[in-house]
């Protein structure tokens, strides 16, 4: 999860294609290559979406296996974060769902299953957990220290860890079972039903760099992405409150901004979604997870930077 603003989003670049099957590099930037076969549109998915059963309440466990048996295959990132909302049946897995799309669409298809973009390092202890520096070996590189948020951190199977701060910031993949890693969790009172853990690193093996080019808009992409996955979960835990229909076309607007986000666009986005938000919310009888209303935060959090445009 990240604070949403940055400058850089001023500077975010076209992208005409939301699917992944390979990532092309053209005048620096990085540019998401097209498939041969014709894609599925939101409305053309919405009906089987909000018609499936709800089945019973899901722990992290249970949503990851259900994610992993119907949406990882999904390559239209989009849709996968649309798939993902609506198998939640709370805001954590709404995140969870949004965010799986939103790294694809940064770093690209590192893994199957799910990823974790590990930035946060230590503020506040005395004396400070020192955070994640690169030594070399000979060829190699060795990652050691400490990264103080990892989303789902009892599911993942990458770890995204930045090693540095601005431009001179490199990304590295760590996979969960890497020789030197240790995650260990915390207690978070924000999405609590999540795993939220720490990462510690001591000469963890580093690997080749990642592509970096997208990474300054990973932070419009995050608050987008989960918006598409709360339409589509508004739609199915929000019957009989909001309509189906009004949700997709919620939701459809979004899609586009993700290939041509515009001020205005991503003003009125937002304003459509804290108005289903607003719905759900006013009704008394409509409860979503334990934590339902502390979690909405997840959905109000983004509104001032999306407004400001």
């Not at 915390?186 to 093996?205: E, I, K």
């Amino acid at each position: 999860m990240s604070a949403w603003w940055s400058p850089a989003v001023k500077s975010f670049q076209r992208n005409k294609h939301l699917a992944y099957p390979g990532r092309t590099r053209s005048e620096g930037i990085t540019i998401l290559a097209s498939t041969a076969q014709p894609k599925a549109k939101l409305r053309d998915i919405w009906p089987s979406l909000i018609n499936q059963a709800e089945g019973p309440p899901l722990d992290e466990a249970g949503f990851h296996g259900r994610w992993g048996d119907q949406v990882a295959g999904e390559t239209d990132l989009a849709l996968m974060a649309a798939r993902g909302g609506a198998l939640a049946d709370r805001l954590a897995w709404v995140f969870i769902a949004g965010y799986q799309s939103a790294l694809r669409h940064t770093f690209g298809p590192i893994c199957s299953g799910w990823m974790a973009y590990a930035a946060s390092e230590d503020r506040k202890q005395v004396p400070r957990l020192p955070g994640v520096s690169i030594e070399r070996a000979g060829s190699d590189g060795l990652l050691s220290g400490n990264k103080t948020w990892v989303a789902c951190y009892r599911h993942v199977e990458q770890i995204i860890i930045k090693v540095g701060q601005g431009t001179k910031a490199q990304y590295f993949s760590v996979p969960r079972g890497a020789p030197g890693l240790t995650l260990t969790g915390n207690t978070g009172r924000f999405l609590a039903d999540m795993g939220q853990g720490t990462a510690s690193l001591q000469q963890v093996l580093a690997g080749s760099p990642l592509d970096s080019a997208e990474v300054h808009q990973f932070r419009l992409r995050e608050p987008l992405y989960i918006y598409l996955a709360f339409c589509a979960f508004a739609a199915v835990r929000g019957k009989g409150i909001v309509s189906p229909e009004r949700c997709l076309e919620t939701a459809i607007p979004i899609k586009g901004l993700l290939a041509e986000p515009v001020g205005a666009g991503l003003a009125a986005a937002d304003a459509a979604v804290q108005s289903l938000l607003d719905q759900l919310a006013s009704e008394a009888a409509f409860q979503s997870g334990p934590d339902w209303e502390a979690d909405q935060r997840l959905i109000r959090m983004y509104s001032p930077g999306l407004q400001s445009g």
